[in-house]
């Protein structure tokens, strides 16, 4: 992977970390030239294209998140057979390696990092995003002590993966909430116990719940009380405690509301506030609570021992119940799954995708299920009104009478246009591409007001809506325009009169060449580079064909009149090289013009002032 170009546009650097689900690479955004984070999916999750699809969505719709605490994902794309993410890039460490090398954290620092994660995951659950995976190992902090929270919405495309994939979930399991563990929806609370986990563990430098397996850590999340965080670390306040403990209470109902209630007690925990925090007891563990307890692998076997060597105490009767329930399964074998003993396959989920909202609420009805909306995005794929994803996927098993949750599509994502005028082509480009637009057609016209190469309209007009990837048309500027005329005849002029005339119209006589001619006598312009009536303007450059004489025997017949009157003076000449225009001048009365007539052979030389022959003269 080490220096492809992804996209022809992100060239990868170096490797920075690895998951269960993904590879994450140091690389360079080559068009605006930053650095930035790759997070390239495994080969397993890419051969499941309805997992890649969830996965492409849940990603656009964190990338909709903006904020100080959260990782920004900029971009979402495809090369070939490879899934990708680009992401902010972070340069710091995660906070899972800051507690392996601190052990605890100390409480004023804990309270601090903590309040950020609060502020960050507040804002995506305004934004009805919940992220379902809150670990230290996707809280980053970097250089200045910001934190940052990422891998938002990527859980929920990984738990919708095959059991084949559910190696990248077991990962998680330490921080899983009891409803996750269920196999229930896991809605904002779940995000709230998973960051009491996290909390647990930077106090006291280890995790609440561990086991042989991820079976056994998920069943005591949902029917274990773990060790208070105080008699690990004396340190901490008690105030700190209930925080911790309101936050992993097994019913949902009994955690805290929201983020910023969290993060509004531990401020005033920091400002040694007294405050009241209300803990309730852990309801007692109902064994029937495990009918929808989740799937992790067929290929996992149940945990060998949860009555490990350890002080013994009273074994209450739901206790029993659940030993020889899992004495049970130990009997009929590990080929059984945890699944097949546990869930009851009542109903099988619908496929609502792409159907109206209305024809959704139908078919599930008919399943005894109900549908509710959580949320409504804009989708480039799926028409307005139609559903883009439920949850659970089609084909799941589970209780009827349960809610299947949809997200409606809003139609095509739209933009608002960009301000390119003024800008190159090349800055405009930049600017529509940060936009997810493209350049459409591009004309040149010429422009006073802008120089050569500047935008100076663009189709549509700035701040219009439109879809993503419309293309929007440029004009581009030429410069002002040019003050073009016809080219003047110089043909017959003597060189110097020739040249005055060139200075006269503008234009810059460029170069001279001298050729041998029977028709004109020498220094008398013969040839023309513009033509005559040809399109110039000022600056033009003009070359000139000039006589060296004749080629052959020829004759000059002096010619002097005085005139008496004012007028324009013609000499033409007519020889065995035909006739022509020797000269052409306009002059005053009594001027005096002598001119040397070149002719060949018998020739008749005539002078005109204005329409009248004033001169005529016969050669031989």
Same mark, same amino acid.
């Given at each position: 992977m080490i220096g492809k170009n992804l996209g022809g546009r992100y060239q990868i650097l170096s490797p920075i970390g690895e998951g269960g689900m993904s590879v994450v690479y140091k690389a360079k955004d080559l068009l605006l030239s930053r650095l930035v984070a790759v997070k390239v999916l495994r080969e397993q999750f890419t051969s499941d294209n309805e997992f890649v699809k969830r996965f492409r969505r849940e990603a656009q719709a964190a990338a909709s998140l903006s904020h100080a605490n959260i990782v920004g994902i900029y971009d979402v794309g495809q090369d070939e057979?490879?899934?990708?993410?680009?992401?902010?890039?972070?340069?710091?460490?995660?906070?899972?390696?800051?507690?392996?090398?601190?052990?605890?954290?100390?409480?004023?620092?804990?309270?601090?990092?903590?309040?950020? !994660?609060?502020? %960050? #995951?507040? /804002?995506?659950? +305004?934004?009805?995003?919940?992220? @379902?995976? $809150?670990? *230290?190992?996707?809280?980053?902090?970097?250089?200045?002590?910001?934190?940052?929270?990422?891998?938002?919405?990527?859980?929920?495309?990984?738990?919708?993966?095959?059991?084949?994939?559910?190696?990248?979930?077991?990962?998680?399991?330490?921080?899983?909430?009891?409803?996750?563990?269920?196999?229930?929806?896991?809605?904002?609370?779940?995000?709230?116990?998973?960051?009491?986990?996290?909390?647990?563990?930077?106090?006291?430098?280890?995790?609440?719940?561990?086991?042989?397996?991820? !079976?056994?850590? %998920? #069943?005591? /999340?949902?029917? +274990?009380?773990?060790?208070?965080? @105080?008699? $690990?670390? *004396?340190?901490?306040?008690?105030?700190?405690?209930?925080?911790?403990?309101?936050?992993?209470?097994?019913?949902?109902?009994?955690?805290?509301?929201?983020?910023?209630?969290?993060?509004?007690?531990?401020?005033?925990?920091?400002?040694?506030?007294?405050?009241?925090?209300?803990?309730?007891?852990?309801?007692?563990?109902?064994?029937?609570?495990?009918?929808?307890?989740?799937?992790?692998?067929?290929?996992?076997?149940?945990?060998?021992?949860?009555?490990?060597?350890?002080?013994?105490?009273?074994?209450?009767?739901?206790?029993?119940?659940?030993?020889?329930?899992?004495?049970?399964?130990?009997?009929?074998?590990?080929?059984?799954?945890?699944?097949?003993?546990?869930?009851?396959?009542?109903?099988?989920?619908?496929?609502?995708?792409?159907?109206?909202?209305?024809?959704?609420?139908?078919?599930?009805?008919?399943?005894?299920?109900?549908?509710?909306?959580?949320?409504?995005?804009?989708?480039?794929?799926?028409?307005?009104?139609?559903?883009?994803?439920?949850?659970?996927?089609?084909?799941?098993?589970?209780?009827?009478?349960?809610?299947?949750?949809?997200?409606?599509?809003?139609?095509?994502?739209?933009?608002?246009?960009?301000?390119?005028?003024?800008?190159?082509?090349?800055?405009?480009e930049i600017r529509l591409t940060n936009k997810e637009l493209e350049i459409g057609e591009i004309t040149n016209e010429y422009n006073d007001e802008y120089p050569i190469g500047r935008v100076i309209n663009q189709y549509p007009r700035f701040e219009d809506e439109v879809t993503k990837n419309s293309k929007i048309d440029l004009v581009i500027s030429k410069g002002s325009r040019p003050n073009f005329k016809s080219m003047i005849s110089l043909i017959g002029l003597d060189l110097n009169v020739a040249e005055a005339r060139i200075l006269e119209q503008g234009l810059v006589l460029s170069g001279v060449t001298k050729k041998p001619s029977n028709q004109y006598g020498e220094n008398i312009v013969f040839e023309q580079d513009p033509a005559v009536g040809g399109r110039v303007k000022a600056g033009t450059k003009v070359n000139l064909i000039i006589s060296s004489g004749t080629a052959n025997n020829s004759s000059e017949s002096k010619v002097a009149v005085k005139l008496t009157r004012p007028g324009n003076l013609i000499i033409e000449v007519s020889d065995a090289n035909g006739e022509r225009e020797v000269y052409n001048e306009q002059h005053q009365k009594d001027d005096v013009i002598t001119k040397n007539v070149t002719y060949n052979g018998q020739a008749t030389i005539t002078v005109y002032l204005d329409d009248e022959i004033i001169l005529q003269k016969n050669e031989q």
């Open positions: 057979n490879l899934y990708y993410l680009v992401m902010e890039y972070i340069e710091g460490e995660n906070l899972k390696e800051i507690i392996k090398e601190k052990g605890m954290i100390s409480q004023e620092e804990t309270i601090y990092i903590v309040k950020q !994660i609060c502020d %960050a #995951l507040e /804002h995506a659950h +305004k934004n009805d995003l919940v992220h @379902r995976d $809150i670990k *230290p190992h996707n809280i980053l902090i970097n250089k200045e002590g910001l934190i940052k929270v990422t891998d938002f919405g990527i859980a929920r495309a990984v738990s919708a993966a095959t059991v084949t994939h559910t190696k990248g979930i077991l990962g998680s399991v330490h921080y899983f909430s009891p409803e996750q563990a269920k196999g229930e929806i896991a809605g904002h609370k779940s995000d709230i116990y998973s960051l009491g986990i996290l909390l647990y563990e930077m106090i006291t430098g280890q995790l609440p719940f561990e086991g042989d397996s991820p !079976i056994s850590i %998920a #069943l005591q /999340h949902i029917q +274990k009380d773990p060790i208070k965080p @105080r008699e $690990i670390n *004396p340190n901490i306040n008690q105030d700190l405690e209930n925080v911790i403990l309101k936050c992993i209470a097994k019913d949902s109902n009994d955690r805290y509301e929201s983020f910023s209630n969290i993060k509004n007690d531990l401020q005033d925990i920091h400002e040694g506030k007294l405050i009241q925090i209300e803990v309730k007891e852990n309801k007692k563990f109902d064994t029937n609570s495990l009918e929808n307890t989740i799937v992790f692998s067929d290929k996992l076997e149940p945990n060998k021992s949860i009555n490990n060597k350890k002080k013994k105490k009273k074994i209450k009767p739901t206790g029993y119940a659940l030993i020889i329930f899992i004495g049970l399964i130990l009997l009929v074998g590990s080929t059984w799954s945890f699944s097949k003993l546990f869930i009851k396959q009542d109903v099988i989920v619908p496929d609502v995708q792409n159907l109206t909202v209305s024809e959704g609420k139908r078919l599930l009805k008919d399943k005894k299920l109900n549908l509710e909306i959580k949320n409504e995005i804009e989708d480039d794929e799926v028409p307005e009104g139609r559903i883009i994803s439920q949850d659970p996927l089609p084909d799941a098993k589970i209780k009827s009478k349960r809610t299947v949750m949809v997200i409606v599509s809003k139609g095509v994502s739209k933009v608002l246009v960009p301000d390119i005028v003024g800008y190159t082509e090349a800055e405009a």
